[in-house]
């Protein structure tokens, strides 16, 4: 299993590292009039002042992905050594690294921008024009596939609720050891949501006016369109179906499925992220050539709108618009105050995850094995899991050294060096809880009517004085 989480995480890491790398790395080439999302007149391209600001920030960019790369590797190195500490490392890495992309794509498009407003690179009449073309308008509803191919998916992502439930039922499952599975499935939903809600936006979306030539309008309109619906319905499609395979393996195995099940379920996701993302790659390409044999293109001139590296127009009624630095991405428009209370409060949740799982983390890996009776409960508690049982409830109490020789597969809870918490199943021992810390040398097996809980602390007297306790109750 160790193996198989370091191959995800290291393929998950190299495609986000690559993708950025290419997406964003050609931001210094002179595209639609722009340099680093900057409008300046093409005689200036060859300006000592400009060439710097490019040459300089092409090779810091490069560095730096070279460095995360490496950098990315080594931390997925962990997963073979402690996956406690891995997963800490892991997500500062992916913020730092996020943190770091940001500041080189906007640090030259600041000064780029500086440079433009103190040589006066001012395209005033272009500021104050808006460009329609009625006949690319009348053609809105033929850019793209219909919205409405999201439904079957969604509709076969509500079975895989069924098949959930039929397992949890056919397995005897717990609530927590289901709950994984039923947060993965929420989450394969939203997403299929979320896709298509960015459908519906992206037809309503209005078209961009490139030339005089309709022809052109037509066609660069339709590249953005069509491969943005293409790309959305792929990735809800393919999105679905890995959860409906992953749905499938655990109605067939229940929470121990083989972890191979679980690395084909990821492999599925990342293709999803990569159909995502082809379609989207190729028309950014062909709108280029395109626009390339524009013989009259127009350029409208709103620089002042981003000159903090992102969207803020207040004139501008749309709440999405194309990134001024990736044309394959949407860019939210913060002038509207709904739009800074849903960023703040993502980036509120996404703080509030990040200190819960660092909190989780630490928690298992200072977690004090505690055993308690009250009114003839028994009662182990660990990190937050925790198990109740009376004197009926017990089958036999047993003192041994070492752990069943079995294969356990843990369904929910934590697994290090030092530990192990939470709920297991095993292929001969069944469904089971572990409270597991320090070197396991003393460990106390309680078989349970309905489960088998193991129990260990690195202090060898505790542990006899359970078995002593439970033993003289039995």
């Known amino acids: 299993m160790d193996w198989v989480l370091f191959f995800i995480f290291l393929g998950t890491d190299l495609l986000i590292v690559l993708l950025c790398w290419y997406s964003y790395g050609k931001s210094g080439e002179y595209k639609e009039g722009m340099v680093h999302g900057v409008h300046i007149p093409w005689t200036c391209l060859s300006r000592p002042d400009v060439q710097g600001i490019c040459q300089k920030a092409k090779k810091t960019w490069k560095l730096f992905q070279w460095i995360n790369l490496v950098v990315s590797l080594l931390i997925s190195l962990l997963c073979l050594y402690d996956f406690t500490v891995f997963i800490i490392v892991w997500s500062v890495w992916l913020l730092l690294y996020i943190a770091g992309d940001y500041y080189l794509i906007l640090a030259p498009h600041r000064k780029m921008y500086r440079l433009k407003m103190e040589n006066g690179w001012l395209h005033e009449k272009s500021k104050k024009i ?12 033929k850019l793209a596939l219909r919205w409405q191919w999201h439904l079957p998916a969604l509709i076969l992502a509500c079975g895989g609720a069924y098949l959930l439930r039929l397992a949890d039922t056919e397995h005897a499952v717990t609530s927590e050891e289901a709950f994984p599975f039923w947060i993965m499935y ?45 790309s959305l319905l792929s990735a809800s499609w393919l999105n679905v179906i890995s959860f409906l395979y992953l749905a499938v393996c655990y109605f067939r195995h229940g929470p121990s499925m083989p972890g191979m099940n679980y690395a084909v379920y990821f492999m599925l996701i990342i293709s999803a992220a990569v159909f995502f993302l082809l379609p989207l790659g190729r028309s950014v390409k062909k709108r280029r050539e395109v626009l390339a044999a524009n013989p009259s293109p127009l350029f409208i001139d709103d620089d002042e709108y981003w000159k903090n590296g992102w969207y803020s127009n207040p004139n501008d009624p749309h709440i999405l618009v194309q990134d001024r630095f990736n ?148």
């Not at 929420?186 to 006016?209: D, E, T």
């Open 186 to 230: 929420a989450s394969s939903l939203g997403i299929s949501v979320l896709f298509l809600i960015l459908h519906v936006g992206i037809l309503r979306h209005p078209n961009k006016v490139y030339s005089d030539q309709t022809e052109i309008n037509l066609a660069a309109n339709r590249l953005t369109k069509r491969s943005w619906s293409v």
């Open 327 to 474: 044309s394959i991405n949407l860019s939210f428009n913060f002038a509207h105050t709904g739009v800074k209370v849903f960023v703040g409060a993502l980036c509120a949740l996404t703080a509030a995850i990040i200190l819960w799982t660092v909190s989780l983390v630490s928690g298992f890996e200072n977690a004090q094995v505690v055993f308690t009776r009250e009114d003839g409960v028994y009662s182990f508690e660990a990190a937050g899991y925790g198990c109740e049982f009376t004197r009926d409830d017990i089958l036999s109490v047993t003192l041994t050294d070492k752990m069943p020789d079995d294969k356990f597969t843990r369904t929910n809870g934590g697994s290090g060096k030092d530990y192990q918490i939470g709920y297991f199943r095993g292929k001969e021992t069944g469904k089971c809880m572990m409270f597991l810390t320090g070197d396991y040398t003393d460990i106390l097996k309680i078989e349970l009517k309905d489960m088998t809980v193991f129990a260990s602390c690195p202090e060898g007297k505790t542990v006899e004085s359970w078995y002593q306790e439970l033993e003289n109750e039995s």
């Open 130 to 141: 808006v460009r329609i073309d009625t006949v690319v308008s009348a053609a809105s509803d």
